[in-house]
């Protein structure tokens, strides 16, 4: 059974930084491609990044490159989103996903505001 569990999130300043993370389990994690998404009210879940099963290749959405980055640790089976820089615009529940799968965490949120 593929369990995902995020956290990490929280309320934080314009500008401000957070790390969340994503634990895995029920699937060989190292074979999978690991991403993050987010979504707010009344939005479709969008990707904001991605990252490869073996080679460590990333992908990000135009809104965040250059201010998050996507992380794996394999012996860990866990997945790691660095937020820097955040705008009032990154609030969201921010969900991980291995692909291949349709199982969802209970997604974790991140605020940001004054």
């Known amino acids: 059974q593929v369990q995902l569990v995020e956290s990490g999130g929280g309320l934080v300043q314009p500008g401000g930084s957070l790390t969340l993370s994503c634990a895995a389990s029920?699937?060989?994690?190292?074979?999978?491609?690991m991403r993050w998404y987010r979504q707010t009210a009344g939005k479709e879940r969008e990707l904001v990044a991605l990252?490869?099963?073996?080679?460590?290749?990333?992908h990000y959405a135009v809104a965040v490159k250059g201010r998050f980055t996507i992380s794996r640790d394999n012996d860990k089976n866990t997945v790691y989103l660095q937020m820097n820089s955040l705008k009032s615009e990154d609030t969201a529940i921010y969900y991980c996903?291995?692909?291949?799968?349709?199982?969802w965490g209970q997604g974790t949120q991140v605020t940001v505001s004054s």
């Open positions: 996903n291995a692909a291949g799968f349709g199982a």
């Open positions: 990252i490869s099963n073996t080679s460590g290749n990333t």
């Open positions: 029920g699937f060989t994690f190292g074979s999978a491609m």
